[in-house]
């Protein structure tokens, strides 16, 4: 029900034509669930999580192209030398256009489970948060969590350091890097749940998982509430 809704908010018109998403367009959680478009928590994945009506008003799911959003920052799936690449991050490079590339080349690239800032340049938003994260391990999973979950609280202090106040966020690591949806929503939103509740979490008004594969759409769908 929920991906259907959302799906409908994809732009389809012609890559030569921009058109930005508005904040004001996405739906809080807690919006969602008096639209009866996302279901209250029960299902086993998500029971042990206290649902929290202050998070609920400050995160969103969407699912769509994060390119087009008009919010202070997005979170890109960068790799470690920030050179641009396949899938979300190359969307998101040639949309801001070479100035982004030009940028990141400064930067000396970064470090697995760290991330960096940038200019949006072409983009619709304000900033571009780089968050690298990491290929997954099946033989080490709880390193893979924790360099994953660094990536998410990395960038939202960035985010709070440049004054951004709305934050999208790209599946990071589900792409080639072959982190498991399920396992990777789960760390996301405890990441950013754990993040909110602390000193600077009063600073961010937004935080908005952004997806496209179903995969992950039925994840954050899982583990949200």
Same mark, same amino acid.
């Given at each position: 029900m929920l991906a259907s809704y959302l799906f409908k908010h994809i732009s389809s018109i012609s890559p030569t034509v921009k058109m930005a998403t508005?904040?004001? %367009?996405i739906p809080t959680v807690a919006q969602l669930y008096q639209l009866k478009k996302l279901l209250p928590?029960?299902? %086993?994945?998500?029971?042990?999580?206290?649902p929290s009506q202050t998070f609920n008003n400050k995160v969103s799911i969407f699912r769509g192209n994060i390119t087009r959003l008009k919010v202070d920052a997005i979170v890109n799936a960068a790799n470690k030398h920030l050179a641009g690449g396949g899938g979300v991050d190359g969307a998101i490079h040639a949309a801001a256009g070479p100035g982004l590339l030009d940028e990141c080349s400064t930067l000396g690239g970064c470090e697995t489970g760290s991330a960096k800032i940038t200019g949006a340049y072409e983009l619709f938003c304000k900033k571009v948060i780089h968050a690298v994260g990491p290929v997954y391990s099946s $033989?080490?999973? %709880? $390193?893979s969590a924790a360099l994953l979950a660094s990536c998410y609280t990395t960038s939202l202090q960035l985010a709070v350091d440049n004054g951004c106040k709305s934050v999208a966020f790209s599946g990071l690591s589900t792409g080639i890097y072959g982190y498991p949806s399920q396992d990777a929503a789960s760390v996301a939103t405890k990441a950013v749940r754990e993040f909110l509740g602390g000193a600077s979490g009063d600073k961010i008004d937004r935080v908005i998982f952004c997806t496209f594969e179903m995969k992950d759409v039925n994840a954050y769908n899982d583990w949200i509430p």
């Open positions: 508005q904040l004001s %367009e928590p029960g299902t %086993e994945s998500n029971a042990s999580v206290t $033989r080490g999973p %709880e $390193r």
